[in-house]
């Protein structure tokens, strides 16, 4: 089956510094990604998302990655601030999937230090 | 605004009951799901429903049912609560693939302690 997983559970950065948040997939049949902010006590919001057609897209501040060769998804926040610190998941959907189902990797644990 | 609300934010139950985690959605979704998340193991999906009326299960689909009887409104169910059954639970919806929904948009959640 798929599988949607993280680098690294946590990363410490300080303020104003960019960050990276990396996430790794096996699934070759992926055709959509997407990265989800988690605050503490909320449920997950939408970030940013890529199709598979794409190699990068940019939001405000952030521009998410995708290297196909390397099964390899990418998230870049630009300028962190305070208010970014939370947990990103990334998921995926398999191009084979008729009901939009997402696959979705643990997390990674943003911490912004002053 | 999508918005979907959860009945509860946080509930304590005792072993035994059963109970009902209810989750509504304004934007005429065609999909909705039932996660939990526990610390270390992310998002798993429990059910989802792509119509009034249907449902699919999910990778952990043991000891939860579900309902959907109306299009804005998706039930999760635990029939005799377990201490294991301790988490956070999230509703999502989207819309379908045809009208390219591919977005999940979650609710705050309900935290659900057994005792």
């Known amino acids: 089956g798929e599988s949607v997983g993280l680098h690294l559970p946590t990363l410490s950065v300080q303020e104003g510094d960019n960050s990276i948040i990396n996430c790794a997939y096996s699934n070759s049949a992926s055709d959509y990604f997407i990265w989800y902010k988690q605050e503490s006590g909320k449920g997950p919001q939408f970030i940013i998302d890529i199709r598979s057609n794409m190699d990068k897209r940019q939001g405000q501040r952030v521009t998410v990655l995708l290297n196909k060769t390397v099964k390899h998804l990418s998230l870049q926040i630009a300028a962190t601030q305070p208010g970014d610190s939370a947990v990103y998941f990334c998921?995926?959907?398999?191009?084979?999937?008729?009901?939009?189902?997402?696959?979705f990797g643990r997390g990674t644990q943003l911490t912004v230090w002053p | 605004d999508v918005k979907v609300t959860q009945s509860s934010r946080y509930l304590v139950k005792r072993t035994g009951e059963k109970v009902f985690l209810e989750c509504v959605q304004d934007?005429?979704?065609?999909?909705m799901f039932w996660y939990r998340q526990d610390p270390g193991l992310g998002l798993r999906l429990i059910y989802f429903s792509y119509d009034v009326k249907m449902k699919e299960k999910g990778d952990i689909p043991e000891g939860y049912s579900v309902s959907r009887e109306k299009k804005e409104r998706f039930s999760l169910i635990l029939e005799s609560a377990s201490t294991n059954q301790t988490s956070m639970y999230l509703c999502?919806?989207?819309?379908?693939?045809?009208?390219?929904?591919?977005?999940?948009?979650f609710g705050p959640g309900t935290r659900l302690t057994v005792t």
């Open positions: 934007m005429d979704h065609e999909n």
């Open positions: 999502a919806s989207s819309l379908s693939l045809v009208a390219g929904g591919y977005e999940q948009y």
């Open positions: 998921a995926e959907k398999d191009r084979g999937s008729t009901l939009g189902r997402l696959y």
